[in-house]
């Protein structure tokens, strides 16, 4: 574990001192190509901007008013039918909508069934295997103005049901 | 199709709360829904600018064509259509590479830059291209080699073994990710017969 945490903590040093290295070896002006490159990133953010509150908005809106909580009472009963842990269903059905919410449950559905029960793991895999989905697509395309996404949002979301199921199956089954 | 999901989503909030008498919480989610995204942005800022500053060094150097050589193989099976020489496939590359390291925040920029390449070769402006639905596929899947949050939130919570998740994690990732580019791979077919 101590190397896995260790890993964690130098990955990004380490990839940015490599990265300048490199560039010095090959004799290049690392500080005037940085800052050139880090110019661009103004231009990309700014547009993403109208976006994303339009997204947190609706997705706010939807959370506190309690549709989401009305949504997970109503499927409650086939989760039982299916096995499925019940405790799991608001982290499996805002996973691919908030990244920061899905966060805050999982930590909340992590502690109260602690951290070592089958739901703890069952929802600790959910949040390592699977993207915050919905926010993702949102993100990408609206930063170029599409308006058909076609079947961007069927095969993610088809992805992260296989996901959340292969978690679920690993720790009921094994 | 937000034209149409976003205006449901807070009609729906706005009649639910009216019901539930939840007025003085949904009206909370809606200030705070700006102050959110203010906060986030001026987050993402400087994430954005910093990594993008990165990538530039990385472009300008011949690292790049190793990262090229070494992903050729993955490049060819998941996006064919996809020109070489194009702009993007450098920085597709860089995405892929920066998901599987599990930086998530560089990774971002880089597909940003690399949806904007894409969207410049597309026929269709109003339309993703095959390789845009692959590519958004992949960076939703969230392949990464260490899920560094997770253990990082399992540790602080006392577990006995924080790194216990990793096999499950890779084993739902790569299956989640192959259902996914399975989808993708049906179904840009079928529309091409059309």
């Keep these: 574990m101590t190397i896995v945490s260790y890993l964690s903590e130098i990955i990004i040093p380490f990839v940015i001192v490599f990265v300048i290295g490199y560039g010095i070896v090959e004799k290049k002006n690392v500080y005037d190509i940085f800052i050139k490159g880090a110019k661009n990133g103004v231009k990309i953010v700014i547009k993403l901007f109208p976006t994303l509150l339009a997204i947190f908005l609706a997705i706010n809106m939807l959370r506190n008013s309690g549709v989401i909580d009305f949504i997970i009472n109503f499927v409650k009963p086939i989760l039982n039918i299916l096995n499925i842990p019940v405790e799991i269903m608001p982290l499996a059905l805002l996973r691919p909508i908030s990244g920061t919410a899905s966060m805050a449950v999982a930590t909340d559905i992590i502690k109260a069934s602690g951290v070592d029960s089958k739901i703890g793991l069952i929802a600790a895999t959910i949040m390592g295997a699977t993207e915050t989905t919905f926010y ?7 930063s170029i103005k599409v308006k058909k996404i076609r079947f961007a949002l069927v095969a993610s979301l088809i992805a992260d049901v296989v996901g959340m199921a ?3 199956i690993i720790f009921n089954y094994m | 199709m937000l034209n149409k999901i976003w205006p449901v989503f807070i009609i729906l909030s706005f009649i639910y709360a009216l019901l539930k008498s939840k007025m003085p919480e949904l009206n909370d989610s809606i200030f705070n829904s700006c102050s959110q995204t203010v906060e986030m942005l001026l987050t993402f800022l400087g994430i954005m600018c910093m990594w993008n500053g990165i ?7 011949t690292l790049i064509d190793k990262i090229k050589k070494l992903l050729k ?9 996809l020109n070489k020489k194009s702009k993007a496939y450098e920085e597709m590359s860089m995405n892929i590479v920066a998901n599987l ?5 560089a990774a971002t920029p880089l597909g940003l830059k690399a949806m904007q390449s894409l969207q410049e ?4 402006k109003e339309t993703l291209s095959n390789t845009m639905i692959m590519f958004l596929v992949l960076n939703t899947a969230s392949i990464q080699i260490i899920p560094t949050t997770i253990i990082a939130i399992r540790s602080s919570l006392g577990a006995e073994n924080p790194a216990k998740i990793i096999v499950p994690v890779w084993i739902s990732t790569i299956l989640a990710a192959s259902a996914g580019i399975l989808t993708v791979k049906i179904l840009s077919k079928r529309k091409e017969k059309k």
């Design chain 2, 73 to 81: 193989p993955f490049m060819k099976f998941l996006f064919p259509e």
């Design chain 2, 101 to 105: 390291l599990g930086l998530g925040n």
């Design chain 1, 136 to 142: 993702t697509i949102a993100l990408y395309t609206s």
């Design chain 2, 121 to 124: 070769e597309n026929e269709n």
């Design chain 1, 166 to 168: 292969t978690a679920i």
């Design chain 2, 55 to 61: 990538m530039q060094i990385i472009k300008e150097t």
